[in-house]
């Protein structure tokens, strides 16, 4: 079992930034490809970025692109999710995930369904 703890959410303002966290425990996060996920209110939850378990690949969601990094040290067994020119659209509710079952050291997961386990999620607000 994995258990996800998520970290760094907040207020800020637009234009600014807010850098989560992820830390896992239960099982080495290494053997697991891990993502971002976040749920806007009366939206469904979407996929935000991914990245593979060596860190060597990595993908963003498009409306992310440029602004989003995704990162990973797995001797800490963290995954960060840097923001950047944050905007009111990128309001919502993040979510950690971590996939058992991309086989790949350099894949990655892009859909809900890929992911076993999950965080509880924090909240960010962008003001506009």
């Known amino acids: 079992q994995v258990q996800l703890v998520e970290s760094g959410g907040g207020l800020v303002q637009a234009g600014g930034s807010l850098r989560l966290s992820c830390a896992a425990s239960g099982r080495a996060d290494s053997r697991f490809a891990m993502g971002w996920f976040r749920q806007a209110p009366g939206k469904e939850r979407e996929f935000v970025a991914a990245?593979?378990?060596?860190?060597?690949?990595?993908n963003y969601a498009d409306p992310v692109k440029g602004r989003f990094t995704i990162s990973r040290d797995n001797a800490k067994n963290t995954v960060d999710l840097q923001m950047n020119s944050l905007k009111s659209e990128d309001t919502a509710v993040f979510y950690c995930?971590?996939?058992?079952?991309?086989?790949?050291?350099?894949?990655?997961?892009?859909?809900?369904?890929?992911?076993?386990?999950w965080g509880q999620g924090t909240q960010v607000t962008v003001s506009s």
């Open positions: 990245i593979s378990r060596s860190g060597a690949s990595r």
């Open positions: 995930a971590a996939a058992d079952r991309v086989s790949s050291i350099w894949g990655y997961a892009t859909t809900h369904s890929e992911y076993d386990y």
